[in-house]
């Protein structure tokens, strides 16, 4: 196995691989709370003028579901959380939003053909109206060569 620090490659293998796998667990099904059931007994007693029925119930079941862990090799990912849509474009997200890498977006701002840009700080920003801009530029650009 090549040393990744000397090649520049990912070794192929890890040492989570190389570990011997385990039979997988047995997990306990989960028990949904449509299938508990309670019991109730139901007991007449007689009076001389009426008729009483009591109900004793046992106690309800808590509906508990079992979570299997995870095995070495899996890795679990947790799903985004997505916030509420911006008023501005990062770089990264114009980016993603149009479909180009942020590669060829620097390419494009070098040569002057990039949408406008808005600093706040340090950080860059596109509105949405200069990439609207952006695109219509870009399109007339396209026919105006055909």
Same mark, same amino acid.
């Given at each position: 196995?090549?040393? @990744?620090? &000397?090649? %520049?490659?990912? !070794?192929?293998?890890?040492?989570? =691989?190389?570990?011997?796998?385990? !039979?997988?667990?047995?997990? #306990? !099904?989960? &028990? #949904? ?11 007449? +007693?007689?009076? =001389? ?7 004793? #119930?046992? @106690? ?9 862990? @995870?095995?070495i090799n899996e890795t679990v990912t947790s799903p985004r959380i997505?916030?509420? !849509?911006?008023?501005? $474009?990062? &770089? +990264?997200? $114009?980016?993603? +939003?149009?479909? &180009?890498?942020e590669a060829f977006y620097f390419k494009l701002r070098e040569q %002057?053909? %990039? @949408?406008?840009?808005?600093?706040? %700080?340090s950080r860059v920003f596109i509105t949405h109206e200069s990439a ?15």
């Open positions: 196995m090549a040393r @990744p620090e &000397i090649s %520049g490659r990912k !070794p192929r293998t890890t040492a989570v =691989t190389l570990r011997r796998s385990r !039979p997988p667990r047995q997990s #306990k !099904p989960e &028990i #949904k709370a449509s299938e508990t059931t309670t019991t109730a007994e139901t007991t007449t +007693a007689e009076t =001389t003028s009426t008729e009483t029925v009591t109900e004793a #119930k046992a @106690p309800e079941v808590e509906a508990v579901a079992t979570r299997t862990t @995870p095995r997505r916030g509420p !849509p911006t008023a501005v $474009f990062s &770089i +990264a997200s $114009f980016c993603l +939003a149009h479909g &180009i890498s %002057g053909q %990039g @949408p406008r840009e808005m600093r706040l %700080g609207e801009r952006w695109r219509l530029e870009r399109e007339i650009a396209t026919t105006a060569a055909e």
